[in-house]
């Protein structure tokens, strides 16, 4: 019984790293095709019809913060589940490093703050600069917008980065396991 609590223990902290992999990957790995495929790709189908383009991009981003939801609900509950783990059963193997939980934690308040804060706010601003009369108004409107703009567009890197790190963390206390185990 004693081996059988053990591989089971075994098996569900395996399935717990896939789906913090998976949904790491989900993350970092739709931003980086948004960024190298998607907008190259929308901007060159639509040529000069910015208001085209940019619509359908908030689209796609909107589909992509749908996804990093579900990446910050799945990477919450396996760390959660770890750290249960870890402290009730006490499994050094689930342990989750203090480095991992704070690039974690970091991730989901700068992914809260794009999805609940700045993303709505830029979408207006678009939507106003896109109904903007005259080439003054127009202007002054598209400055507002790029100005929200370049902020969320260096917090999505910063998420980018941060996610990688974390990838690395992970794959790198994983290893550590290995060695020992």
């Not at 990688?164 to 185990?181: E, F, P, Q, Y």
Request: proline share 2%; aromatic share 8%; charged share 15%.
């Amino acid at each position: 019984m004693l081996m059988e609590v053990s591989r089971t223990g075994r098996m569900g902290l395996l399935a717990c790293y896939i789906l913090e992999v998976t949904a790491l990957a989900i993350w970092i790995g739709g931003l980086v095709v948004i960024i190298a495929a998607v907008i190259p790709a929308v901007f060159n189908a639509f040529g000069a019809s910015m208001e085209t383009a940019g619509r359908l991009l908030a689209r796609v981003f909107d589909g992509y913060n749908r996804l990093v939801i579900g990446s910050i609900v799945t990477l919450a509950a396996t760390s959660a589940w770890r750290l249960w783990v870890s402290a009730r059963r006490g499994r050094a193997d689930a342990a989750v490093p203090r480095v991992e939980l704070g690039l974690l934690v970091v991730m989901i308040l700068v992914a809260l703050l794009i999805v609940l804060v700045l993303g709505p706010a830029l979408v207006m601003r678009q939507e106003h600069a896109f109904a903007a009369q005259g080439e003054i108004a127009k202007k002054a409107a598209f400055e507002g917008f790029f100005q929200i703009h370049r902020v969320v567009r260096t917090l999505y890197v910063l998420n980018l980065g941060l996610g990688l790190v974390l990838l690395g963390v992970k794959i790198r206390h994983s290893m550590g396991r290995a060695d020992t185990g």
